[in-house]
């Protein structure tokens, strides 16, 4: 089945612990990315991947580092957490650049963190 | 730079009457929309979207939407709607000169479908 794969589904951390939210697709996407919704604020785009390789900063990039290493995989790296960063976060994917054209993005089922 | 508005950040109806959820779009550019949806505990999954041709759009669960150009909005919109269709509504735009076509999304509108 395609999808795409996040984990874990709930984390509860505190301050400056280091924490990764992995992320894998089974589609032989090129294009993933990062969003987290917030109430009110509907999708922000963290970080997204055109390539392996190849990463670029989106709307929220603060407090956030990420890596393509190989095409399926793309986790979200939190060096330092701060409470500030409560979030429901998305990856996704798409076989387009950016899901705005013909290709869709594909969403995983996201991952709900909280700092303390 | 885009930017998209939904109109009304809840919507409460009833079983099995109209429902319309509002967006509307700024870009100086021609735009793709979209409208996502998102179910209780669950990622966003495609809904329909624009790209050419026809401005009325039908997706899937009897969702519809139209682009109107002058209005600059895609409205959702759907004659019935039932229980299951409970859920989170984004309306999305992106124009392939923003970073090969980057989506900007939404507030997003919650739908609340009451028996």
């Known amino acids: 089945e395609a999808q795409v794969t996040q984990n874990p589904r709930y984390l509860i951390t505190v301050t400056g612990k280091k924490l990764t939210v992995t992320c894998s697709q089974n589609?032989?996407?090129?294009?993933m990315s990062w969003y987290r919704q917030d109430p009110g604020l509907g999708l922000r785009q963290i970080y997204y991947?055109?390539?392996?390789?190849?990463?670029d900063k989106g709307d929220v990039p603060e407090g956030y580092k990420v890596s393509r290493k190989e095409k399926r995989n793309f986790p979200l790296i939190l060096e330092s957490p701060s409470p500030n960063q409560t979030s429901l976060y998305f990856c996704?994917?798409?076989?387009?650049?950016?899901?705005?054209?013909?290709?869709?993005?594909?969403f995983g089922n996201g991952t709900r963190l909280t700092v303390t | 730079a885009q930017s998209v508005t939904q109109l009304d950040s809840q919507v409460p109806v009833f079983e099995e009457a109209p429902v319309e959820l509002r967006c509307n779009y700024s870009s100086s550019v021609s735009v793709y929309l979209f409208w996502y949806v998102q179910y209780p505990n669950q990622g966003l999954q495609l809904l329909l979207k624009?790209?050419?041709?026809?401005?009325l759009v039908k997706g899937i669960n009897g969702f519809e939407a139209e682009f109107n150009k002058s209005q600059t909005s895609f409205h959702l919109r759907k004659p019935s709607v039932h229980i299951s269709d409970t859920a989170e509504y984004f309306c999305a735009v992106s124009d392939l000169s923003n970073q090969g076509g980057k989506l900007i999304f939404g507030q997003g509108t919650e739908l609340s479908v009451k028996p």
């Open positions: 996704a994917s798409s076989l387009g650049k950016g899901g705005g054209g013909y290709s869709p993005l594909h």
């Open positions: 624009y790209l050419s041709g026809s401005t």
């Open positions: 589609m032989n996407h090129e294009y």
């Open positions: 991947s055109m390539n392996v390789e190849v990463t």
